[in-house]
């Protein structure tokens, strides 16, 4: 199944796409719904439900206050910074009801749905209290959302669009590609062309790639402590004032180029945590990996290759997508499905691939750096220190995008020719995410969720 780059890069506010924007879109529908069946003016009272991982971490990962902007008719993509939520709440921005998130959001958290590990279920009633509606939806990852009736026909095949390239496996893409004499990134741009018009989709491009810069400068450039029990420091700005009074000095390090990979990727990771505007790549709780390497493209790799910052970035974002579609195929991005390989690992792999890509690499040598990638990352787990997005999460961003740029390196040293298909490392980070203990996968209830200080 082809995944359009319009879905794998959402715009939204942070800390986590399956936790913040996936509820807040399932809000939505659930008003949308309401609102086609003539019910909208008849609800007096909302309650939600939350099952699995969004009751264990929702309240750390922002769900509570998602679930409400969702339900006040809000757009993520829109939204520059989280407003205050009103009493009595506006439900679709028209009709107010009681409802408090604190009180009227429940954690179920000894309870998980069958489907999937992120599930929501919305109860309507009326003034005397009488149920008009309900309806049970799932948070998947990436901010992508599914009803239980979308869940359960979702491995029925679906019709393409006339001229669609579909693939199902990279080794599927890489035939096509040599067919056809394609790039992966003209693959990608030819099969979202058959979805819209060029000009939509170079516009879409450009707007995420300024995105993904927009939240580097304000994480480099915003002091102060990240919200939670944690009170974390903020420590992109520090690192940004240290190399730049390095820079003025004119001091010498071999390994400079490190420490600005770090930077950028901390600084929009402390963005998402703050609850700041990021791009997923794949999801929120990853946000800072494609970015950085994207920004070392720019400022750097750029010199070295064939293509100019800007061509370079418009290839390392649609040879990404690519690659992210594979895992959502025939894996999941999902932290609470797979643990953080399915996060940071995959947005490493994707990085890998894309900056494979811009350095003007063959397809071979891409898959090689998205292999080299992920085979690295397989059983990183998910275990956020008090259920925020922030410990080990902001780390593990830099590590992965460094991770990232070396993996891509590797791959153009070589010929393309590899031992390990992306294939089968994909088929192993599934198969490694389902067998970990449910515990390591975004519950916060082991780990160093459970080992690191108390909250």
Not at 231 to 259: G, S, W
Not at 273 to 299: D, K, N, Q
Not at 404 to 433: C, K, P, Q
Request: proline share 6%; charged share 20%.
């Amino acid at each position: 199944m082809y995944t359009s780059f319009f879905d794998v890069f959402s715009i939204g506010i942070g800390p986590s796409s399956s936790h913040t924007m996936g509820p807040m879109r399932a809000a939505a529908r659930f008003v949308q719904s309401l609102r086609n069946r003539s019910l909208l003016s008849h609800v007096a009272q909302l309650r939600v439900h939350l099952y699995g991982s969004l009751a264990l971490t929702g309240e750390g990962h922002g769900t509570p206050s998602a679930i409400a902007y969702g339900l006040m008719g809000l757009d993520a993509e829109s939204m520059e910074s989280p407003p205050p939520i009103p009493h009595p709440l506006p439900l679709g921005g028209i009709q107010p009801i009681d409802f408090c998130p604190t009180e009227h959001i429940i954690a179920e958290k000894n309870q998980s749905l069958a489907e999937h590990p992120n599930g929501l279920l919305f109860r309507a009633l009326d003034a005397n209290g009488s149920l008009l509606d309900e309806q049970v939806f799932f948070s998947i990852g990436g901010g992508a959302v599914k009803s239980r009736d979308e869940m359960m026909s979702q491995d029925v095949p679906q019709a393409s669009p006339p001229g669609l390239w579909e693939f199902h496996s990279c080794r599927e893409l890489i035939d096509i590609c040599a067919r056809e004499h394609f790039s992966i990134a003209q693959l990608t741009r030819h099969n979202e062309t058959h979805l819209r018009s060029a000009p939509e989709l170079d516009a879409r491009v450009r707007l995420v790639a300024k995105a993904m810069n927009c939240a580097i400068d304000r994480g480099a450039s915003t002091p102060g402590t990240l919200p939670g029990v944690l009170h974390m420091p903020r420590r992109a700005p520090q690192i940004y004032a240290r190399l730049e009074e390095r820079f003025r000095h004119n001091e010498t390090d071999a390994l400079t180029i490190i420490d600005w990979i770090n930077l950028w990727a901390f600084a929009v990771a402390e963005e998402n945590a703050a609850g700041g505007r990021v791009v997923t790549a794949p999801t929120m709780g990853s946000a800072g990996v494609l970015p950085a390497v994207l920004r070392y493209f720019e400022r750097y790799g750029c010199k070295d290759s064939p293509f100019s910052a800007e061509k370079g970035a418009e290839i390392m974002l649609l040879t990404a997508s690519a690659i992210c579609s594979l895992y959502r195929a025939n894996a999941s991005i999902s932290g609470a499905e797979v643990g953080c390989q399915g996060e940071v690992g995959v947005a490493c792999s994707m990085a890998a691939a894309g900056l494979a890509a811009a350095m003007g690499g063959s397809n071979q040598q891409i898959e090689n750096a998205a292999e080299i990638a992920m085979e690295h990352n397989l059983g990183l787990t998910c275990d956020p220190v008090c259920g925020l997005v922030q410990v080990p999460c902001i780390e593990r961003n830099a590590i992965g995008a460094v991770k990232a740029v070396n993996a891509a390196r590797l791959a153009l040293r070589g010929d393309g020719s590899h031992f390990v298909s992306l294939d089968s490392v994909i088929a192993t980070m599934y198969e490694t995410g389902r067998h970990l203990h449910r515990n390591y996968r975004e519950t916060s209830l082991a780990g160093l969720a459970k080992n690191a200080p108390a909250c």
